[in-house]
């Protein structure tokens, strides 16, 4: 078999085999087939797409690339996938959550890149709290408490983190079955029976309607199911921010206000539904039944409770919650709206990228973020503005940073006269 041929193939707009695949993802992860092979067969999948019998291979080759995680020992393993947000921390409130309810969440998570944050850099933001242990630690933490969130490992999926790096410089990334596969990959590896994702649509998500990501997810469904998993995604919105803060400590400070039952809003609707599912398709349960244990767990204080009891196990000095003591940047300025109106759209990869000029993301892989820095929205999309109103706090700890971050929101933001229709938070569920 030869590389050349499976990318003249693809260049056709043939169907791959099996075989053909295998080839592919073996020979790329062992190094013998070189990059410019691998990134002329991605850019001839973004053109000629893949079926979702070969982005299932792909995936399941993917997988097999590294290590796999076996949680066979622990009952009722579940999992959540977001394809990426601005804002986005729902993690930290579906975690506990899914634990007070009987789950074991047993998570891997990564760090964030670009204009969204990532779970491992805002936990970070809690001192001590330690983002890897032994994978007996893991194993005894999830079996004691119901939940742990550890950084992804090194070799899990290799395959997947050699091509995403590829495909990342070679405007590759945007390609539905290299998407699929490579998330799919990481969370098959990563052992959970129950995977629920939260495909996102908008300015600040990789899908830009919601009839594409409703493509993405049944993709990503099937191919969780045809691997033996329950499998379900959610549509959400990510035309906006995901909640009100932006930023890693400050959403830690986020989703503890929700957890306490001090704001509800879209972020909980999102959790609600994201737990409730993942409840209703693990123990069979109906969703309604399903929603209504969720509520009450995070309304009654239970999720908060074992919100606590997850930092402590994993080192984390719990005063910092307890007494509202997070870090948050040290300068900080007000960005008033500089006319009146309703506000319209509220870009979100526009404000994810002003907190990243806050100093709150990585440009690089290699860079360290501000974890005290980022952004509160004041106001939202739907909201009525008075010239002079202030519509975001900024915080960094570099204070040359503030000015050049203020233009850019105001850039974010689009004004109207009339109130606009707002899109629902939850466009669908896919099953
Ligand atoms: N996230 C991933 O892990 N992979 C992609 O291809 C896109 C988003």
């Known amino acids: 078999m030869r590389m050349y041929d499976i990318i003249a193939k693809k260049k056709h707009g043939c169907v791959l085999s099996d075989e053909e695949i295998k080839f592919f993802i073996d020979g790329y992860t062992s190094g013998s087939i070189p990059d410019y092979q691998a990134s002329a067969l991605c850019m001839a999948i973004c053109f000629k797409g893949m079926t979702d019998e070969e982005a299932a291979q792909l995936t399941f080759h993917m997988m097999h690339s590294g290590d796999t995680v076996d949680l066979s020992a622990l009952p009722n393993t579940a999992d959540k996938h977001s394809t990426g947000g601005v804002g986005d921390k ?3 409130i579906i975690a506990p959550t ?11 998570s990564g760090r964030g890149l670009g204009h969204t944050g990532g779970t491992i850099d805002k936990l970070e933001s809690i001192p001590g709290f330690r983002t890897t242990l032994t994978s007996e630690e893991f194993m005894s933490q ?3 408490i119901g939940v742990a969130i550890i950084a992804q490992s090194g070799n899990l999926a290799p395959a ?3 091509l995403y790096s590829l495909r990342d410089v070679t405007a590759t990334v945007d390609s539905l079955p290299l998407i699929a596969s490579s998330i799919m990959s990481k969370k098959l590896a990563s052992g959970a029976e129950t995977i629920v994702l939260d495909v996102k649509y908008g300015s600040g998500a990789f899908m830009k309607t919601p009839e594409d990501a409703t493509h993405l997810a049944e993709v990503m469904v099937n191919i969780g199911k045809a691997n033996g998993r329950k499998m379900c995604a959610l549509i959400t919105d990510m035309d906006k921010p995901l909640g009100k803060n932006i930023g890693n400590s400050l959403e830690i400070i986020e989703a ?4 306490r039952g ?10 609600v539904a994201l737990i409730s599912n993942m409840l209703s398709i693990s123990t069979g349960i109906s969703y309604a039944e399903a929603e ?3 509520k009450d767990a995070i309304d009654s204080g239970r999720s908060y409770k074992k919100f606590l009891e997850w930092i402590s196990a994993q080192g984390g000095d719990v005063s910092y919650i307890t007494e509202n003591k997070l870090p948050v ?7 008033a709206a500089d006319c009146s109106g309703y506000i319209a759209h509220l870009d979100a990869e526009c404000i994810g990228s002003a907190a990243c000029a806050l100093g709150a993301g990585r440009v690089t892989k290699d860079d360290s973020p501000d974890l005290s820095a980022g952004i509160i929205i004041e106001k939202n999309v739907g909201d009525y503005v008075q010239k002079g109103e202030t519509l975001a706090t900024l915080y960094t700890s570099d204070s040359t940073k503030l000015e050049s971050a203020k233009k850019a929101i105001l850039s974010c933001i689009k004004y109207s006269d009339k109130q606009p229709e707002s899109n629902p938070i939850i466009y669908k569920t896919v099953y």
Do not use: H, I, W
Request: glycine fraction near 6%.
């Open 262 to 271: 001090e704001s509800k809003g879209e972020l909980y609707d999102v959790c």
């Open 90 to 92: 729902t993690s930290l």
């Open 329 to 335: 940047g040290k300068f900080n300025d007000v960005v």
């Open 160 to 162: 997947d983190k050699k």
């Open 256 to 259: 503890v206000e929700v957890l």
């Open 98 to 108: 899914a634990a007070v309810l009987g789950l074991s969440v047993a998570k891997m």
């Open 292 to 294: 209504e244990k969720t």
């Open 142 to 144: 999830v079996k004691n």
